[in-house]
């Protein structure tokens, strides 16, 4: 069975930082593609980044520049280096995984940022 646990979420000041982990284990090596989604109280579901294995990144334009992801292959961890919070960072985020046909979520954490 694969999993995904998110760890790193809570409260935080605006401008402040806030530093994401997930880790995949089960029958996961070194999935093609994992990436952080987000979804606020009712907004859908969006993309934040994504990191193949080779290193290439995906960021939303929202959070270019404040963002940066960062995987270790042989560890099949994924992070999430947040600085410059706004308060409209504040949802649950969520870890993805792709590997082979299949497609794996976390349960997601809660990032909350406001004064």
């Known amino acids: 069975q694969v999993q995904l646990v998110e760890s790193g979420g809570g409260s935080v000041q605006p401008g402040g930082p806030v530093r994401l982990s997930c880790a995949a284990s089960?029958?996961?090596?070194?999935?093609?593609?994992m990436g952080w989604y987000r979804q606020a109280p009712g907004k859908q579901r969006e993309l934040v980044a994504t990191?193949?294995?080779?290193?290439?990144?995906n960021y939303a334009e929202s959070v270019k520049g404040r963002f940066t992801i960062s995987r270790v292959n042989a560890k099949n961890t994924v992070d999430l280096q947040m600085n410059s919070l706004k308060p409209e960072d504040t949802a649950v985020y969520y870890c993805?995984?792709?590997?082979?046909?299949?497609?794996?979520w976390g349960q997601g954490t809660q990032v909350t940022v406001s004064s």
């Open positions: 993805n995984a792709k590997h082979q046909l299949r497609e794996y």
């Open positions: 089960g029958s996961i090596v070194s999935s093609n593609l």
């Open positions: 990191i193949t294995r080779g290193g290439m990144t």
